[in-house]
């Protein structure tokens, strides 16, 4: 899970520093990588490529996907740090939709720490403009279908390689985002095109390590070290692109994280 935070890190400073690209556009570099470092491996092991849980591994990759996209959106918005502490938020998705679909129970403090978290939101949002709204409405609803991809994910279980599971989703990411970028390419120039391809060597090895963690150890075990992101994004952000976060920021980034930290340890007990 370490090494897919920092990975996933590099690869949103990327992605930020490349934002004057239109948006599927960056899908699409970051899928297509992905994707061709996926496929050579699973024929080079002799993994069977379609896996078994091919519906909803469908499911978990349009649900990603929509995720995906959305959260590129909104780092034209808001500053990088910002919006991936927001898109944490998504556990809370994700425990609604475990209650509903895998019939698991959560404690009155589990929905308290919820309320919390969602406080912490609330908090960095302000009581002003001080930050863009159009930016927090599109990380929001990415992480609501985050939720849905830590849930899908635990439903697949084991049943599959996580190598197949994330082939999957950037099958579809560079069908959708290559249709979808096609009108309004735009063409790379000089170090653009290694940053546009290195997305998806991050973003490879950030989902790969991230899918297998939820496979082979418990989610109260592995969860609490994905926050160690929002601390090394944030500094990405203040030294890299000059963000500035005031104390109403960093108090609420302090509470989702301390919240869902929280959650989790009482998850387990």
Not at 50 to 69: D, E, P, W
Not at 83 to 105: C, H, T
Not at 131 to 140: Q, S
Request: with cysteine.
């Amino acid at each position: 899970m370490i090494i897919s935070t920092f990975s996933f890190t590099l690869m949103n400073a990327f992605v930020k520093y490349l934002s004057h690209f239109p948006t599927f556009e960056i899908v699409f570099f970051r899928s297509i990588g992905s994707l061709f470092l996926a496929t050579s491996y699973i024929l080079y092991k002799g993994i069977p490529i379609l896996g078994h849980n091919r519906k909803l591994m469908l499911y978990r990759s349009f649900a990603g996907l929509t995720a995906m996209s959305l959260f590129f959106m909104s780092l034209k918005y808001i500053p990088v740090g910002t919006a991936v502490s927001l898109r944490y938020i998504a556990p809370i998705f994700a425990a609604f939709f475990a209650v509903f679909l895998l019939k698991e129970k959560l404690r009155a403090v589990q929905w308290l720490l919820f309320v919390v978290a969602f406080c912490g939101v609330l908090v960095i949002k302000g009581f002003g403009d001080s930050l863009n709204t159009t930016g927090l409405l599109l990380v929001l609803i990415a992480s609501v279908f985050s939720g849905m991809v830590y849930v899908l994910i635990r439903k697949i279980g084991k049943g599959d390689h996580p190598l197949v599971v994330v082939n999957y989703f950037m099958f579809i990411g560079t069908l959708v985002g290559g249709i979808l970028s096609i009108k309004n390419f735009i063409l790379p120039q000089g170090s653009e095109w290694i940053l546009l391809l290195s997305l998806g060597i991050f973003g490879f090895f950030g989902q790969l390590f991230m899918t297998k963690a939820f496979q082979v150890a418990k989610t109260t075990l592995v969860a609490p070290l994905k926050y160690i992101e929002v601390i090394f994004t944030a500094t990405v952000g203040v030294f890299w692109f000059g963000d500035i976060y005031s104390v109403l920021s960093i108090l609420g980034i302090a509470l989702i994280v301390g919240a869902l930290v929280a959650n989790v340890f009482i998850g387990k007990r």
